[in-house]
């Protein structure tokens, strides 16, 4: 499902860089999404030389598919960083935000790119939640924001304890991305699309091992989602979490004004968007863990109907989702990779607000590269983790070996329907005692090993997505087992059938 912003954006400038086999760089970024082109721009116009290597194109992956509120009022994270962290490393992590909105904000004035100045809003939709609206409240303004009490916030349903910060902002996130690709190249960087690194031998240089050839850095910055190396096993400290979003064209006097988050379930999240000379609604919302919610249609379905219920005349023009990943105690995990002698960084963990939290990470990466103190940067990298977070991270690697072993039987338990599955459905099964995924897709029957090429989890079924998706640590294929995004470098397996 494409993003509006993918289907009605310009294509990002058919770059790019042809690649050079054995070609040194100071800084080898991996991934083009905000994280990787951000600091790409600050490490060019630094004067360092800077390629970056992306899988597949430029914001193709969660950048392209966000909602792309360019907000510090981080709603639903602020009081749950507070409940696992300092008073210290709240603050430092809104300063951390602070400034990256301020360097895209004014990053994105030199390059022309549009921005819509909006308040941004939170608020619960059940007055037995109140408290928890409270409890943001409190942690929003002992992170310093000057945020204040709404009574009525305009909606077309109730609402209770709103919250506003004024003065927020919205793009479309690929406009910042062509933007950046143009910015980095205009430093004299070099950026080159189609190509997956799939492995770093860690030397002077580093070797940067892609399924194009070898390429060789002083350092290494993994912009990647989530980490494809081992090291560190960042893949198993952060969760990775999917929703979905969904475009409507509507009559304009009933759009609403701002940006708005509610707190208590289900999520919603409200923006507007100017496209091709009209405003469209964006309604976001029913994320789940990434390999579970099925079925995952249902999810689009819902926020559909709950959209014709609240905007009558809303007509759905466009249906998404994307995942992003949440560390435990919702703090993105930004800098050295460990055993990698400094050599190799990285950053992960936005917990879907990574417009401000990936240029924080931006600033992060290139301070450390080009000896630059940055204090609320060394608090964060520095910080103590909680026992609540402590006791979230071990809930969390049950979760998965749980999911490991519940896949593998229930799958060797489940034979193989003799049928094939009908258009736009899979299913997992035993075939001759190997787990095999079975999809038709556009009248294609593709049959897959059901084994996820990361570390063995059984692959479900995401029939929004018609993508075969990886319970344990968010890894997804397409249904010819062709690798989208997650820490696999690998495709799945073809079967014979
Ligand atoms: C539905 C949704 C809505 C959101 N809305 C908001 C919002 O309103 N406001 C907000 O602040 N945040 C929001 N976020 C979060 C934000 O969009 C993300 O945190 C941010 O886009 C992450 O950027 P990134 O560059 O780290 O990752 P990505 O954009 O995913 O970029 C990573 C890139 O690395 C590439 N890559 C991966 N592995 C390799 C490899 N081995 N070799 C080469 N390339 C590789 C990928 O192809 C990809 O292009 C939202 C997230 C979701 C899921
Ligand atoms: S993503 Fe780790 S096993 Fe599949």
Redesign the pocket.
Same mark, same amino acid.
């Given at each position: 499902m494409n993003s509006l912003w993918m289907d009605t954006s310009l294509p990002v400038e058919a770059v790019v860089h042809r690649f050079e086999p054995g070609a040194r760089f100071d800084v080898i970024v991996?991934?083009?999404?905000?994280?990787?082109?951000?600091s790409a721009q600050m490490l060019s116009d630094a004067g360092m030389s800077v390629a970056v290597?992306?899988?597949?194109?430029?914001?193709?992956?969660?950048?392209?598919?966000?909602?792309?509120?360019?907000?510090l009022l981080?709603s639903g994270a602020i009081a749950d960083i507070r409940t696992h962290t300092s008073q210290d490393v709240l603050r430092a992590y809104m300063d951390g935000n602070r400034q990256g909105q301020a360097w895209l904000l004014e990053y994105l004035q030199g390059a022309g790119v549009p921005v819509q100045r909006r308040d941004a809003f939170s608020y619960v939709t059940h007055t037995d939640a109140r408290a928890e609206a409270e409890a943001e409240k409190a942690a929003a303004r002992e992170a310093g924001l000057d945020v204040d009490d709404v009574d009525d916030l305009g909606l077309p349903f109730p609402t209770y304890s709103a919250l506003r910060l004024k003065d927020q902002a %919205?793009f479309d996130?690929l406009h910042v991305v062509r933007a950046l690709v143009s910015g980095v190249r205009r430093a004299g960087g070099v950026v080159i699309e189609r190509?997956?690194?799939?492995d770093i031998d860690v030397g002077e240089p580093c070797t940067v091992r892609?399924t194009a050839g070898d390429m060789l850095a002083n350092h290494v910055i993994?912009?990647?989602?989530?980490p494809?190396l081992d090291r560190g096993l960042y893949f198993a400290k952060v969760t990775a979490?999917?929703?979905?979003?969904l475009a409507f064209r509507m009559p304009e006097d009933a759009l609403p004004a701002g940006?708005y988050?509610s707190l208590d379930s289900p999520t919603r999240?409200l923006?507007t968007a100017p496209v091709q000379g009209e405003e469209r609604l964006i309604v976001?919302g029913n994320?789940h863990l990434v390999g579970e919610g099925q079925p995952t249609r249902r999810n689009v379905e819902e926020l559909e109907a709950w959209t014709a219920s609240h905007f009558p005349g809303a007509i759905r023009t466009h249906a998404?989702?994307? %995942?992003?990943?949440q560390s435990a105690n919702r703090i993105p995990f930004v800098g050295w990779m460990p055993r990698t002698g400094g050599k190799v960084s990285l950053?992960?963990g936005?917990?879907?607000?990574?417009?401000?939290?990936?240029v924080a990470?931006a600033l992060s990466l290139s301070a450390d590269r080009l000896g630059v103190p940055l204090p609320w940067a060394e608090k964060l990298h520095h910080r103590v983790t909680r026992p609540a977070s402590l006791g979230s991270g071990v809930a969390a690697n049950a979760r998965v070996a749980g999911l490991l072993a519940t896949g593998w039987v229930d799958a060797e338990l489940s034979p193989l329907p003799d049928a094939d599955p009908p258009e736009g459905a899979g299913v997992v099964g035993n075939e001759r005692g190997a787990p095999v995924a079975v999809s038709t897709v556009e009248g294609v029957v593709c049959r897959l090993s059901a084994v996820c090429t990361h570390l063995g989890g059984i692959v479900t079924w995401n029939d929004a997505e018609r993508s075969w998706d990886c319970p344990l640590h968010g890894s997804r294929f397409d249904a010819q087992g062709r690798l989208?995004?997650?820490?696999a470098?690998q495709d799945l397996r073809r079967m014979p059938g």
């Amino acid at each position: 499902m494409n993003s509006l912003w993918m289907d009605t954006s310009l294509p990002v400038e058919a770059v790019v860089h042809r690649f050079e086999p054995g070609a040194r760089f100071d800084v080898i970024v991996v991934g083009a999404g905000l994280t990787g082109l951000a600091s790409a721009q600050m490490l060019s116009d630094a004067g360092m030389s800077v390629a970056v290597v992306e899988a597949r194109t430029p914001g193709a992956v969660t950048t392209g598919h966000s909602t792309a509120k360019l907000s510090l009022l981080h709603s639903g994270a602020i009081a749950d960083i507070r409940t696992h962290t300092s008073q210290d490393v709240l603050r430092a992590y809104m300063d951390g935000n602070r400034q990256g909105q301020a360097w895209l904000l004014e990053y994105l004035q030199g390059a022309g790119v549009p921005v819509q100045r909006r308040d941004a809003f939170s608020y619960v939709t059940h007055t037995d939640a109140r408290a928890e609206a409270e409890a943001e409240k409190a942690a929003a303004r002992e992170a310093g924001l000057d945020v204040d009490d709404v009574d009525d916030l305009g909606l077309p349903f109730p609402t209770y304890s709103a919250l506003r910060l004024k003065d927020q902002a %919205q793009f479309d996130p690929l406009h910042v991305v062509r933007a950046l690709v143009s910015g980095v190249r205009r430093a004299g960087g070099v950026v080159i699309e189609r190509v997956r690194v799939t492995d770093i031998d860690v030397g002077e240089p580093c070797t940067v091992r892609t399924t194009a050839g070898d390429m060789l850095a002083n350092h290494v910055i993994l912009a990647t989602g989530v980490p494809f190396l081992d090291r560190g096993l960042y893949f198993a400290k952060v969760t990775a979490h999917r929703s979905y979003a969904l475009a409507f064209r509507m009559p304009e006097d009933a759009l609403p004004a701002g940006m708005y988050l509610s707190l208590d379930s289900p999520t919603r999240s409200l923006r507007t968007a100017p496209v091709q000379g009209e405003e469209r609604l964006i309604v976001g919302g029913n994320g789940h863990l990434v390999g579970e919610g099925q079925p995952t249609r249902r999810n689009v379905e819902e926020l559909e109907a709950w959209t014709a219920s609240h905007f009558p005349g809303a007509i759905r023009t466009h249906a998404w989702s994307a %995942q992003d990943y949440q560390s435990a105690n919702r703090i993105p995990f930004v800098g050295w990779m460990p055993r990698t002698g400094g050599k190799v960084s990285l950053a992960t963990g936005f917990n879907k607000w990574g417009m401000t939290n990936a240029v924080a990470a931006a600033l992060s990466l290139s301070a450390d590269r080009l000896g630059v103190p940055l204090p609320w940067a060394e608090k964060l990298h520095h910080r103590v983790t909680r026992p609540a977070s402590l006791g979230s991270g071990v809930a969390a690697n049950a979760r998965v070996a749980g999911l490991l072993a519940t896949g593998w039987v229930d799958a060797e338990l489940s034979p193989l329907p003799d049928a094939d599955p009908p258009e736009g459905a899979g299913v997992v099964g035993n075939e001759r005692g190997a787990p095999v995924a079975v999809s038709t897709v556009e009248g294609v029957v593709c049959r897959l090993s059901a084994v996820c090429t990361h570390l063995g989890g059984i692959v479900t079924w995401n029939d929004a997505e018609r993508s075969w998706d990886c319970p344990l640590h968010g890894s997804r294929f397409d249904a010819q087992g062709r690798l989208l995004e997650g820490p696999a470098t690998q495709d799945l397996r073809r079967m014979p059938g």
